[in-house]
């Protein structure tokens, strides 16, 4: 905690330290190897995720390793797309809730009405369980894209609004701040050269942690069917799709829950990694 | 998500050692009493608080939604005269602010309002669907608190490594892994491959008791064992903790025996964190329980919300949003209160 202050580090070769060791490399390949897959499945799949096939539903199998679905479509190919979805929307929402977050929790330096009031608006916030906020969301937007996008940055800005201010409050009345105070630099470059940094490394590493949270949220609405709706596909759309068929072709849904599982493994061995290298001293 | 739990860890209240404190379960009992009374006049301002927004919140979003209930409620090529008539008849020509006050008004008469899609009182609705949630909610309360607890004091005791890696696997895995996915997994595990149990479907637990069970088990299991895996990490890190503080050194000094130490010391300073953690878990369950509900193709509150979101009903949902939000802000006062409760410096310290 007692940290002395450091310049702000922006060509983050320290957090690149957490690919030197087995866990992080191990993640960092499974993630690079499934955002890749997902990235390309349009190159390699031109026929898209709807090309049909004349067998319906079959098992996993050496042709279709996914086995294929109710319009024999091919399982593994739509994952792949599903996934593209998927990441495509928490790689667009998790760096803006991450700086969101982080902006509205060191806002309280610069003026403490408006921090005080963002924290009480945060907490009303975490008082509407995750999926509840996501259902408000959708309430408006109504159900797509747009409004998972939404829901994921609402749900997700508590967290970090409130590791930014843990920074904030534990730093601001060090005697560095005081120092810089009278040297007469101003709040918000305060704020950035020496709260920020205090408050980056717990904040990349829950970066990873939100990143499943994120995906699993996707998955929790579309399974319900409020997220992403058919045809176009997501991994909680295909397990939306899936579970009607649980009894004809249980294998439907395995596909699915295998990358979701990969993705969330490898964002946790990530977090770890990361951890673990913030924490090294 | 982060746990902010304002508690502090308590090492004094068992300081002395094997002579526990035994000073007579009345004097406790009138103190726990007046510290209720003192502790909620304290908490209800901003208890209120939170219930008013989250009231306002919940009323708000539905009308931010575009689309007119009246033009839906009128049917197909409506003129525009009945689409008035309907208007006027479900007070929407009001201004916001009084469509709140005789919602609020209503709500506190016990009136939840009339479903604009389905033509049925709200409370019937609700009423009719609150029974299958119930029932769910209750086994999973039951088998987070049980499992949680459970694996939480395992995991805290001095016991084999070989325990302890399997309750940390145990862990690790729930951690990651939330309701719908445990909920898919057990299904094709237990559903499927050894076909035990039914995986969709429900039957009142009134009307036969055997085969409700049989239903609940698998979704009550799925939505609690990710819950459970969060209170079990917190009992075990909050007594890992507490076990390396002084008075548990002076206890094993005087010679108390380890099960003594384990149970009188460590576990009842650990176990006010758990408390506050099972309350903020139970909030998190009642909203599992729409995924659940859903993978289980069981007739709940949570489907009841599904279906009221996709159809726009907005009583219905402004009542289930409000009423979740309410459960969840009760059960953090009643986790403090035990809490408190539990520990006499907060108890007397108040």
Same mark, same amino acid.
């Given at each position: 905690?007692?940290?002395?202050?450091?310049?702000?580090?922006?060509?983050?070769?320290?957090?690149?330290?957490?690919?030197?060791?087995?866990?992080?490399?191990?993640?960092?390949?499974? %993630? !690079? #190897?499934?955002?890749?897959?997902? +990235?390309?499945?349009? *190159?390699?799949?031109?026929?898209?995720?709807? =090309? /049909?096939?004349?067998?319906?539903?079959?098992?996993?199998?050496?042709?279709?390793?996914?086995?294929?679905?109710?319009?024999?479509?091919?399982?593994?190919?739509?994952?792949?797309?599903?996934?593209?979805?998927?990441?495509?929307?928490?790689?667009?929402?998790?760096?803006?809730?991450?700086?969101?977050?982080?902006?509205?929790?060191?806002?309280?330096?610069?003026?403490?009405?408006?921090?005080?009031?963002?924290?009480?608006?945060?907490?009303?916030?975490?008082?509407?369980?995750?999926?509840?906020?996501?259902?408000?969301?959708?309430?408006?937007?109504?159900?797509?894209?747009?409004?998972?996008?939404?829901? %994921? !940055? #609402?749900?997700?800005?508590?967290? +970090?609004?409130?590791? *930014?201010?843990?920074?904030?409050?534990?730093? =601001? /009345?060090?005697?560095?701040?005081?120092?810089?105070?009278?040297?007469?630099?101003?709040?918000?470059?305060?704020?950035?050269?020496?709260?920020?940094?205090?408050?980056?490394?717990?904040?990349?590493?829950?970066?990873?942690?939100?990143?499943?949270?994120?995906?699993?949220?996707?998955?929790?609405?579309?399974?319900?069917?409020?997220?992403?709706?058919?045809?176009?596909?997501?991994?909680?759309?295909?397990?939306?799709?899936?579970?009607?068929?649980?009894?004809?072709?249980?294998?439907?849904?395995?596909?699915?829950?295998?990358?979701?599982?990969?993705?969330?493994?490898?964002?946790?061995?990530?977090?770890?990694?990361?951890?673990?290298?913030?924490?090294?001293? | 998500?982060?746990?902010?739990?304002?508690?502090?860890?308590?090492?004094?209240?068992?300081?002395?050692?094997?002579?526990?404190?035994?000073?007579?379960?009345?004097?406790?009992?009138?103190?726990?009493?007046?510290?209720?009374?003192?502790?909620?006049?304290?908490?209800?301002?901003?208890?209120?608080?939170?219930?008013?927004?989250?009231?306002?919140?919940?009323?708000?979003?539905?009308?931010?939604?575009?689309?007119?209930?009246?033009?839906?409620?009128?049917?197909?090529?409506?003129?525009?005269?009945?689409?008035?008539?309907?208007?006027?008849?479900?007070?929407?020509?009001?201004?916001?602010?009084?469509?709140?006050?005789?919602?609020?008004?209503?709500?506190?008469?016990?009136?939840?309002?009339?479903?604009?899609?389905?033509?049925?009182?709200?409370?019937?609705?609700?009423?009719?669907?609150?029974?299958?949630?119930?029932?769910?909610?209750?086994?999973?309360?039951?088998?987070?608190?049980?499992?949680?607890?459970?694996?939480?004091?395992?995991?805290?005791?001095?016991?084999?490594?070989?325990?302890?890696?399997?309750?940390?696997?145990?862990?690790?895995?729930?951690?990651?892994?939330?309701?719908?996915?445990?909920?898919?997994?057990?299904?094709?595990?237990?559903?499927?491959?050894?076909?035990?149990?039914?995986?969709?479907?429900?039957?009142?637990?009134?009307?036969?008791?055997?085969?409700?069970?049989?239903?609940?088990?698998?979704?009550?299991?799925?939505?609690?064992?990710?819950?459970?895996?969060?209170?079990?990490?917190?009992?075990?890190?909050?007594?890992?903790?507490?076990?390396?503080?002084?008075?548990?050194?002076?206890?094993?000094?005087?010679?108390?025996?380890?099960?003594?130490?384990?149970?009188?010391?460590?576990?009842?300073?650990?176990?006010?964190?758990?408390?506050?953690?099972?309350?903020?878990?139970?909030?998190?369950?009642?909203?599992?329980?729409?995924?659940?509900?859903?993978?289980?193709?069981?007739?709940?509150?949570?489907?009841?919300?599904?279906?009221?979101?996709?159809?726009?009903?907005?009583?219905?949902?402004?009542?289930?949003?409000?009423?979740?939000?309410?459960?969840?802000?009760?059960?953090?006062?009643?986790?403090?209160?035990?809490?408190?409760?539990?520990?006499?410096?907060?108890?007397?310290?108040?």
């Amino acid at each position: 905690m007692a940290r002395e202050p450091r310049r702000f580090n922006l060509t983050a070769s320290r957090y690149l330290q957490a690919f030197r060791q087995p866990k992080g490399i191990f993640a960092a390949t499974v %993630i !690079v #190897v499934l955002t890749t897959a997902a +990235f390309l499945a349009p *190159a390699v799949f031109p026929g898209g995720y709807d =090309q /049909q096939g004349r067998d319906a539903l079959l098992p996993m199998s050496p042709e279709h390793l996914f086995g294929t679905d109710e319009l024999g479509r091919d399982i593994l190919v739509r994952s792949l797309f599903g996934l593209r979805t998927d990441l495509t929307l928490v790689y667009i929402a998790a760096p803006i809730t991450m700086a969101v977050g982080t902006l509205l929790g060191l806002i309280g330096f610069v003026s403490k009405t408006t921090g005080t009031l963002i924290q009480r608006i945060l907490d009303v916030i975490v008082g509407f369980p995750g999926l509840v906020l996501g259902i408000c969301v959708v309430l408006v937007l109504g159900t797509g894209f747009p409004a998972l996008l939404i829901s %994921i !940055v #609402v749900i997700g800005l508590p967290t +970090f609004g409130r590791l *930014a201010r843990a920074a904030l409050l534990s730093q =601001q /009345q060090r005697e560095y701040v005081t120092a810089a105070r009278t040297l007469g630099i101003s709040r918000s470059t305060i704020v950035v050269r020496h709260l920020l940094p205090n408050a980056v490394d717990a904040i990349i590493v829950q970066g990873a942690v939100f990143i499943v949270h994120a995906v699993f949220l996707e998955a929790s609405l579309s399974i319900v069917g409020l997220g992403i709706q058919p045809p176009q596909p997501s991994l909680g759309a295909l397990l939306n799709t899936g579970m009607r068929y649980i009894t004809q072709s249980p294998t439907y849904i395995l596909g699915p829950i295998i990358i979701l599982l990969l993705l969330a493994f490898a964002f946790s061995l990530l977090t770890d990694a990361l951890n673990e290298t913030v924490n090294r001293k | 998500m982060g746990l902010a739990l304002g508690c502090p860890t308590h090492q004094v209240a068992e300081g002395t050692g094997a002579s526990a404190p035994s000073s007579g379960p009345l004097v406790l009992a009138e103190r726990t009493e007046s510290f209720v009374l003192q502790f909620l006049t304290r908490k209800i301002p901003s208890v209120l608080f939170v219930l008013v927004v989250s009231s306002i919140v919940a009323f708000i979003l539905p009308r931010l939604a575009p689309g007119d209930p009246a033009v839906v409620l009128a049917g197909p090529d409506p003129s525009p005269a009945t689409v008035e008539a309907i208007r006027q008849q479900l007070g929407l020509n009001l201004p916001l602010w009084q469509q709140y006050l005789d919602w609020m008004g209503g709500l506190l008469k016990g009136d939840l309002g009339q479903s604009y899609v389905l033509h049925r009182p709200v409370g019937e609705l609700i009423a009719g669907r609150l029974e299958s949630t119930l029932e769910l909610a209750a086994l999973a309360a039951l088998i987070m608190i049980a499992v949680g607890l459970g694996l939480g004091m395992l995991g805290g005791s001095p016991r084999s490594r070989w325990a302890r890696s399997i309750i940390d696997v145990f862990n690790t895995t729930f951690l990651a892994v939330p309701p719908f996915l445990t909920g898919l997994l057990l299904i094709l595990l237990l559903g499927i491959v050894i076909p035990l149990l039914p995986v969709s479907g429900e039957m009142g637990f009134f009307e036969d008791p055997g085969i409700s069970i049989q239903f609940l088990i698998l979704p009550a299991t799925a939505l609690a064992l990710p819950q459970a895996a969060v209170v079990a990490r917190l009992l075990q890190t909050s007594m890992l903790q507490i076990r390396s503080e002084d008075f548990v050194d002076l206890a094993t000094a005087k010679g108390v025996s380890p099960f003594r130490i384990t149970h009188k010391h460590v576990l009842r300073n650990s176990f006010g964190n758990a408390v506050v953690v099972i309350g903020l878990r139970i909030g998190e369950l009642l909203a599992g329980a729409i995924v659940v509900e859903s993978i289980f193709a069981r007739n709940g509150l949570g489907s009841l919300a599904v279906s009221s979101v996709q159809s726009r009903d907005y009583l219905v949902i402004q009542v289930l949003i409000m009423s979740a939000v309410f459960i969840a802000v009760v059960i953090q006062l009643l986790s403090e209160i035990v809490l408190a409760a539990l520990d006499p410096r907060i108890r007397l310290g108040a």
